[in-house]
């Protein structure tokens, strides 16, 4: 291979060719990130779709029935790549093995970078609410020209490992900041049933960890919310100023069902979008291109309108 100065942009590259660059080249990596293209976090409609890419980091392998769904890294990141290319796709959230490749791929010119930064809960695990920053911290979202940081935050009364989330995020909150970044909080109020972490979905649970969320940091001023799709939203959403996008989560049901329910969240004038993944990486028909296309329209309008 052909070296690569430090400050040149890297041409795109193939997944094939992802595992020699970084074991030959891997300053490519970091020259990519200085040469990345970017574009405003928002658009001129100030909404935002951003695909998610960050289960596997927490042994989060699941999709609907299929506990393997994605074990392939190959198999996922051409979901990703046919995901974030097509019209109205804002950007991509992710940890740092999965942003890297797609950064060598080339997908991630001109879109907002989320970096995920605690993934040590692992899912199953008897330590999953000892959510430990694992991946980026916030000097790392800054220095590599990342739009924000995203932290899930579960909050579980009975579980003392809780506190050492809620003071790690607000330390995230504070540093992303002072970075002038987008800090994005995922809370939830959760709980142990029958030995599994579940999160409560109800309105009231959901307004109780959404106050916590937002007062966590020295300035909330770059703080957003990332919340589910819960019963009576408009008066969950009256919980808070914060700008909110809204997860997918697990994909269960009928698609057209989850589409509705998105439909009808986005007139809600806080939720400023939606951050998926697998809903739309694993659609049912396996139709990533289509899958995107409709989420994109709910968002923006038909054709992407709004995006830069």
């Not at 970091?30 to 998610?52: E, F, N, Q, T, Y």
């Amino acid at each position: 291979m052909t070296a690569v100065s430090p400050l040149a942009p890297t041409p795109r590259v193939a997944v094939a060719d992802l595992t020699e660059i970084r074991a030959r080249e891997p300053h490519r990596i970091a020259a990519a990130w200085a040469a990345r293209s970017r574009r405003p976090l928002l658009g001129d409609d100030g909404r935002l779709l951003v695909v998610a890419a960050d289960h596997s980091a927490r042994g989060a392998l699941g999709v609907r029935g299929d506990a393997t769904a994605m074990n392939s890294r190959s198999e996922l990141l051409g979901r990703l790549a046919t995901a974030v290319s097509r019209p109205g796709v804002d950007g991509v959230l992710g940890t740092p093995d999965i942003l890297d490749d797609l950064l060598l791929m080339g997908v991630l010119e001109d879109k907002v970078v989320i970096g995920s930064m605690n993934r040590g809960g692992l899912q199953g695990a008897s330590f999953e609410l000892d959510d430990r920053f694992t991946a980026y911290r916030a000097r790392d979202i800054a220095a590599q020209g990342l739009e924000g940081g995203k932290m899930l935050t579960r909050i579980c009364l009975d579980d003392p490992a809780t506190v050492r989330t809620l003071e790690a995020s607000a330390s995230a909150v504070t540093e992303l900041a002072e970075a002038g970044v987008m800090a994005m909080v995922e809370p939830f109020l959760s709980e142990r049933v029958g030995g599994r972490l579940v999160n409560r979905l109800d309105p009231d649970s959901t307004i109780r960890s959404m106050h916590v969320a937002a007062g966590l940091g020295a300035s909330s001023a770059h703080t957003w919310l990332k919340l589910p799709v819960v019963d009576e939203l408009e008066r969950v959403m009256d919980a808070t100023t914060m700008p909110t996008l809204l997860l997918g989560g697990d994909p269960q049901g009928d698609p057209q069902d989850t589409y509705a329910a998105w439909g009808q969240a986005l007139r809600l004038p806080a939720v400023r979008g939606l951050v998926v993944g697998r809903a739309l990486l694993f659609p049912p028909d396996g139709d990533v291109a289509a899958a995107v296309d409709v989420a994109a329209e709910l968002v923006h309008g038909p054709q992407g309108q709004g995006t830069p």
